[in-house]
C-alpha cells in the first residue's frame, strides 16, 4: 500500500475481525512495553493549531504525528549496523514520534535520548525531489540545546531506504556551563534547507521542531586520580555509568614551557578493558579552557562496559599541536586502571 493510499484509507470501510484472547495479550504486552513519551513543548503545540486553523498558510510545516506514516515505525532497523551500534539507544530513548512537510519535503523525528552527555536522535526524509540517490542531509542548521553554551558533532549513520526516502541517526555533544549536565534540556531543530551535492539542487523550506528530554539517570563514581608526563597534569574526576553509555569527566594542567612551542595540548583516549575490548581508539570529547590550554576540562563517552569485564584501563594520550596540520606530537600518559567489580 501507498502512503497516499494509507493517509486516504476510509477506516469506516474496513471489515472487523475477530480477535482470539491471545492475541489480545500480545497486543496488551506491546502497548505495555512502549517506550516511553518525550515531552513536547507546550508553544509548539499552539502554534500547530494557529497553522492549522489559517487556511492560507499551508506553505509552513507543522507537528503531526510520526506514526501515521508507515516506514516511520522503526527508523533504526533500517540502518546497518545501527541496531548493533546503538542497541541500548533502541531500548532506552524517548519516543519523539513528530513530521512536518514543507515544500515538498517531509521531515520526521523518530526517537532521542540524553545521556548527560550526548544526544542522539533518529529521523528520516521523504521527499518529492530527486536528489540522484544522494542527500547531503547535513543541512544548513543542525540540531540546538538551548541550555548548552557550545557544542560539537559526533556519531552519524544516513542511508537511503527507498526512492526518494531516507533515514538517519546522529550523536552530536552539548557543552554546558561549568560542565553540569542539566537533568532536562530541551532541543530545537529547524534544518531551513536540504541540498545535494551530486547534482546541485537544494531545497529550502520551514521545518521547526522542538521537545525535551530528561537525562537518563547513571551511577557516578568519583575516582580523582592524578598521572603525569612532562609536567602534563591529568586527573580523572569521576567515570558515569549509564543504561546507555559510559561517561569520564576530567581536567588537566600543561605548564608553560610546552604551550610555548606548542599551540594547543589536548587529549584523547585508548580505553580498553581486561577481556580486550576496546571503547576508544585515540579518539575524545568536547571540553573547554578559559586560559588558552593551561587547563583545560572535559568528558568523553563510550558504550556500556561489555559483560564480565572486571577492570578498565583508560589511558589519556596528550596531543600537543601546532593546529592547522602544521605538527603535532603525542605524550602518552600511564593508564588509570578502573576496578569494575567495586563498582557492581
Known amino acids: 500500500?501507498?502512503?497516499?493510499?494509507?493517509?486516504?484509507m476510509d477506516i469506516d470501510q474496513l471489515e472487523l475481525l475477530e480477535v482470539t484472547d491471545i492475541e489480545k495479550a500480545r497486543v496488551k504486552h506491546n502497548v505495555l512495553k512502549?517506550?516511553?513519551?518525550?515531552?513536547?513543548?507546550?508553544n509548539i503545540a499552539v502554534a500547530a493549531v494557529i497553522i492549522v486553523g489559517a487556511s492560507t498558510a499551508t506553505s509552513f510545516a507543522f507537528p503531526s504525528f510520526a506514526s501515521q506514516i508507515p516506514f516511520m515505525d522503526n527508523v533504526i532497523s533500517f540502518l546497518n549496523g545501527a541496531e548493533r551500534d546503538y542497541k541500548d539507544f533502541e531500548t532506552f530513548s524517548s519516543d519523539i514520534g513528530l513530521a512536518q512537510t514543507s515544500n515538498g519535503i517531509t521531515v520526521m523525528i523518530d526517537n532521542a535520548v540524553y545521556d548527560g552527555t550526548n544526544v542522539t536522535v533518529s529521523f528520516a526524509i521523504e521527499s518529492d525531489y530527486n536528489f540522484d540517490g544522494h542527500l547531503d542531509v547535513r543541512a544548513p542548521n543542525w540540531f540546538y540545546v538551548r541550555e548548552a553554551t557550545g557544542g560539537s558533532g559526533g556519531g552519524f549513520k544516513f542511508t537511503k531506504?527507498?526512492?526518494?526516502?531516507?533515514?538517519g541517526i546522529t550523536t552530536f555533544t552539548p557543552a554546558f556551563k561549568d560542565d553540569q549536565p542539566p537533568e532536562r534540556i530541551e532541543v530545537t531543530w529547524e534544518p531551513g534547507s536540504f541540498y545535494s551535492q551530486s547534482n546541485d539542487l537544494e531545497v529550502k523550506g520551514d521545518w521547526s521542531f522542538a521537545f525535551s528530554l530528561n537525562r537518563v539517570k547513571g551511577d557516578i563514581q568519583i575516582v580523582n586520580q592524578t598521572v603525569q608526563k612532562e609536567d602534563v597534569s591529568f586527573t580523572l574526576h569521576s567515570v558515569e555509568f549509564t543504561d546507555i553509555s559510559t561517561v569520564i569527566r576530567y581536567e588537566q594542567e600543561v605548564p608553560d614551557v610546552l604551550l610555548e612551542e606548542w599551540v594547543s595540548v589536548t587529549p584523547v583516549f585508548q580505553v580498553t578493558d581486561n577481556l580486550g575490548n576496546v571503547y576508544m581508539d585515540g579518539t575524545s570529547g568536547p571540553g573547554e579552557t578559559t586560559d588558552d590550554y593551561k587547563t583545560f576540562k572535559g568528558t568523553s563517552n563510550f558504550g556500556t562496559i561489555k559483560?564480565?569485564?572486571?577492570?578498565?584501563?583508560i589511558q589519556p594520550i596528550q596531543i600537543a599541536s601546532l593546529t592547522s596540520g602544521k605538527g603535532h606530537k603525542k605524550i602518552e600518559l600511564q593508564p588509570i586502571v578502573i576496578d569494575l567489580k567495586k563498582y557492581e
Open 1 to 8: 500500500m501507498s502512503m497516499k493510499e494509507w493517509m486516504e
Open 307 to 313: 559483560e564480565g569485564a572486571s577492570k578498565l584501563f
Open 34 to 42: 512502549k517506550r516511553r513519551k518525550a515531552p513536547i513543548w507546550r
Open 161 to 167: 531506504i527507498s526512492d526518494n526516502r531516507y533515514v
